[in-house]
């Protein structure tokens, strides 16, 4: 693993990108020598599929170790339903073997093409977090290598301070080799998605809040440029997975098949394509047609991952990239959430994305992010300052108890992101207990205080 390449690279969001030397490894002995690649550099972080939207798996001037050669599935319990496999093994990939078996993951995020790795490091949420919480939930065992290089066994209940600051830990604390986690049955393949059009803001958190309970998942798409009396109008998308009895009988009686992808972006678009008109037609057209929804029948993939059938779509935002915001407010402070759509919508950006989901119990991570409340995420076209109109964001979110996820971020400081976790000293502690010489570092990790700045940082 001591070979490397030099590359210019950055988050999905294609901003900020950064020099780094990059590391490829396919087994563990590999992953063990990860000492001759400090000898080239000071810092190392680990990457997956490179779907965190910032800098999480960014190393500027550093190491970068890419995890996806260690993809392979160990073992399956069908009885326990527990599946032990390496970080780099995609969640598509367990999805596409196992989902037409009748198993499913129990926490998937809008992406299917996120690491087993990324999933835990990240502490990943989905449609349901209001009932079943976040991906950490189900992982029963993990194997570290730790900056020493020890390789150390932790659970919920063994080394529970290395597992609970590993989840959501981003890197930090150690490379994830392996993991166990757990499946759930589901009756098929396919989803029973309800669909409601809500007027305002308000309808829909009226609505989420008297029929979350009904649902295992439930998120809604939000029109961020509706003004006035329309102000959050959306689409409320709601579903369980479906019995094979009730499905049609074209569904019933045909096999499934995962969708492969039916359309490829293959340059980057003009910085212009996206703005507010061409996103205010996109919206109309959208709210529209799916207003006249009512109940459908559709494959899980086209529910949970309707973005996966385009490759390469983050280059419709063009060369400059897009950064995405997700914020959370608790439930007590909804006017939070009100300001930020009212600051959103008189900012005229076009959010060609949002999405608006309810939140159930905190993470047990010591960097989780979910906790009670309302998210709501954006995808932003990363012109005029879009890094200052995040920070202002963010003054509102510090106003009403809000939080950022570190999953999405690129422009928070380390100021901000304290106060927003209340366990960041905690981790700061594990930390410097696990990895003194902070042997672990990315540029998010640096730029939110949560390790040393370097020479070359800016």
Known sequence: ??????????????????????????????????????????????????????????????????????????????????????????????????????????????????????????????????????????????????????VVECSPSDNNDLFWSTVGGIGLTGIILTARIQLIRIPSAYMEVDYQYCGDLDEILAMMTATDKNYAYSVAWVDCLARGKHLGRGILMQGNHAIPGKLPDKLRTMPFKAKSHTINL?????????????????????????????????????????????????????????????ATFPYENVDGLVKLFEKLSQSRRASFLAVLKSFGSSGNGLLSYPFPGFTLALDLPNRDNLSGFMRSLDAILLDYGGRIYTAKDFSTDAATFAVMYPRFDEFLALKEQFDPENRFSSSMSRRLGLTPALKGDK
Request: proline share 3%; glycine share 10%.
């Open 1 to 150: 693993m001591n070979k490397y390449s030099i590359k210019n690279i950055s988050g999905w969001g294609c901003t900020n990108l950064k020099i780094c030397r990059i590391y490829t490894t396919t087994n563990y002995l590999d992953l063990h020598n990860k000492y001759e690649v400090l000898e080239n550099c000071e810092t190392i972080i680990t990457r997956g599929l490179g779907r965190s939207y910032g800098d999480a798996a960014v190393n500027g001037g550093e190491g970068v170790i890419v995890m996806t050669g260690l993809n392979r599935m160990l073992s399956f319990n069908s009885q326990t339903l527990e599946l032990e496999c390496e970080a780099g093994v995609c969640l598509g990939e367990i999805l596409n073997h196992f989902a037409p078996r009748g198993y499913f993951l129990p926490v998937v995020p809008g992406t299917k093409f996120v690491t087993v790795g990324g999933a835990i490091a990240n502490d990943i949420h989905g449609k349901n977090h209001h009932r079943d919480g976040t991906f950490s939930n189900y992982v029963n065992h993990m194997r570290i290598l730790m900056a020493n290089g020890d």
């Open 266 to 326: 293959p340059v980057q678009f003009p910085n212009w394509a996206l703005n507010s008109w061409s996103v205010k037609v996109f919206n109309s057209l959208y709210s529209t047609l799916n207003r006249m929804k009512s109940r459908e029948y559709e494959p899980y993939e086209a529910f949970f991952f309707p973005l996966d059938s385009i490759q390469n779509w983050n280059r419709m935002y063009g060369k400059q990239g897009f950064g995405q915001y997700q």
